[in-house]
């Protein structure tokens, strides 16, 4: 089993910045998948930026050219540099972690950010 614990949401301003971090334990498998989604009220949650398990990242439109992610497969960690927020970044973000031939996908316990003057 694998667990995620996510760091980093809070209060901002518009055009403020904020940098959310995912760590991973337990029974990691090699290579895998890890990235970020973000639910807002009243919406669907949808994908914010992932790494494949091939290392390649991906971003949604929405947020292109503002976010960059990270990761350090030393330390099972996925990071979430988030620039020029906007309020309608406001959601919960969640950490997302799936290994390579598994059928299981494993989501943090989410973390609140507020884009807000």
């Known amino acids: 089993q694998v667990q995620l614990a996510e760091s980093g949401g809070g209060l901002v301003q518009p055009g403020g910045s904020l940098r959310l971090s995912c760590a991973a334990s337990?029974?990691?498998?090699?290579?895998?998948?890890m990235g970020w989604y973000r639910q807002a009220p009243g919406k669907q949650r949808e994908l914010v930026a992932i790494f494949s398990i091939h290392g390649i990242a991906t971003y949604a439109d929405s947020v292109k050219g503002r976010f960059t992610i990270s990761r350090d497969n030393a330390v099972n960690t996925v990071n979430l540099q988030m620039n020029s927020l906007k309020v309608e970044d406001t959601a919960v973000y969640y950490c997302?972690?799936?290994?390579?031939?598994?059928?299981?996908?494993?989501w943090g316990n989410g973390t609140l950010v507020t884009v807000s003057s």
């Open positions: 997302y972690y799936k290994g390579a031939f598994s059928s299981m996908n494993t």
């Open positions: 337990g029974r990691l498998r090699n290579p895998n998948s």
